[in-house]
């Protein structure tokens, strides 16, 4: 068990990287780039078979978060410019620390919710709401009518506590090392 999980969590750093920023239409990309160095859009849409529009679009999309970096050079031959690509692996780290940084905020700003709101819910599942918005519907269901419940959200907010402890100990771990020597440099 703790084998097979540290095997998935190796491999999908960068996949999850990159499904998280750009998409995961964007993973063959970089697992063509992987090992690589500065390759032409050009055979990227040929080995890839896909539109050359395709491909620098997406380029562009992982550009956008540092996760790709291009040299243009112009083509003696043919006398356009083409664009040569390298995957910035050193950056993941970083990246993924970013990410499980915001998923984190996202649950504490959820629990502080769940915490400070009583929740109103249709015992038939068709909604749950605020108090505000209980109040504004009379307390009664908007889909079927039936008078809405006060939610015991006493699981949720465990949930949410658990699920906060085991991202901080996966950030706590994923903090990048190289990054803070440089930045008291
Ligand atoms: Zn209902």
């Known amino acids: 068990m703790p ?26 990309i970089i697992d063509f780039l992987t090992g690589k160095e500065k390759i032409s859009e050009f055979i990227i849409a040929e ?13 562009y999309l992982l550009l956008e978060h540092n996760i790709v970096r291009f040299l243009r050079k112009k ?22 620390f970013k990410i499980l ?9 959820r629990l502080t919710a769940e915490s400070a709101g009583q929740y109103y819910i249709c015992t038939r599942a068709c909604m749950r709401a605020t108090f505000d918005e209980a109040m504004e519907m ?5 889909e ?6 006060e939610q015991d959200n006493t699981r949720t907010k465990e949930f949410l506590s658990e699920r906060i402890a085991e991202l901080e100990k996966q950030l706590n771990k994923a903090k990048p090392k190289k990054r803070k020597v440089k930045a008291s440099a």
């Open 47 to 59: 080995e890839l078979e896909m539109e050359i529009n395709e491909v620098r679009n997406i380029l």
């Open 75 to 96: 083509d003696r031959i043919k006398g356009w410019y083409i664009c040569y690509w390298d995957f910035n692996d050193h950056m993941v780290p970083h990246l993924k």
């Open 101 to 109: 940084e915001n998923k984190l905020e996202n649950l504490h700003n």
């Open 138 to 142: 009379n307390f009664k269901c908007a």
């Open 144 to 149: 079927c009518g039936i008078i809405l419940q």
């Open 3 to 28: 084998k097979l999980a540290q095997m998935s969590k190796e491999l999908s750093d960068v996949q999850l990287v990159v499904s998280e920023l750009v998409g995961e239409h964007a993973i063959p």
